[in-house]
């Protein structure tokens, strides 16, 4: 097993390595807020790493973000400037990005694909993906690699479009997990009427 202890931005790894220990910039207890509703980002990694999710099984698709997707989300979202000097922090109202941050990332840290999360079928995301008719995702994971692949220059970027299935696998909190909650409490109840002995 094992052993994870953050020390400040720090991750110290203890133990035998396992598929996860490869990636040091991986935080452990990570998650996501969007509005009113949290993804555990850290479980949704454990199934994609564990291969609980899987493209074949229509959990994410695998997909490239070109340098102009790149830029746009950096200037646009992120609010960064290519030639700001170190220390110099920029304020979005929509994501918080350190770029000195992004900028200490290490390279191989960029063959990370980067997590769309799909917020629901009816909009509220960032994001357009092919097959949505409305913006449904958002950058779940991978904000600040993106900013280091802008300002790196890189040309593209991988990344793994999740099913709305599989983004509420993860979900932890927030107005859409209760609705879940509230229908699938609803289905166990019709069910049990449906199977209970008649008297």
Not at 30 to 51: C, G, M, P, Y
Not at 76 to 81: P, S, V
Request: aromatic share 8%; proline share 4%; hydrophobic share 40%.
């Amino acid at each position: 097993m094992l052993a994870v202890t953050k020390s400040k931005e720090v991750l110290i790894l203890k133990g035998s390595p396992e598929k996860s220990a490869l990636k040091p910039y991986r935080h452990t207890d990570e998650r996501f807020t969007w509005f009113a509703h949290t993804w555990d980002v850290a479980k949704l990694w454990e199934k994609i790493d564990s291969e609980q999710f899987s493209e074949k099984a229509g959990d994410f698709k695998s997909i490239n973000l070109d340098r102009s997707f790149i830029e746009s989300y950096a200037t646009q979202i992120l609010c960064l400037k290519m030639f700001d000097e170190p220390g110099v922090k920029r304020v979005s109202m929509i994501m918080a990005v350190d770029p000195d941050h992004a900028r200490a990332l290490p390279k191989e840290a960029l063959n990370e694909p980067l997590l769309l999360i799909k917020v629901n079928k009816k909009g509220g995301g960032l994001m357009k993906m092919e097959g949505d008719s409305e913006a449904c995702h958002v950058l779940g994971d991978g904000n600040h690699r993106l900013a280091r692949a802008f300002f790196d220059g890189v040309q593209s970027l991988k990344a793994y479009s999740l099913s709305e299935a599989a983004s509420r696998a993860v979900l932890i909190g927030g107005p859409l997990l209760n609705r879940v909650v509230r229908a699938k409490r609803s289905a166990a109840v019709k069910l049990k009427k449906a199977t209970a002995p008649v008297a």
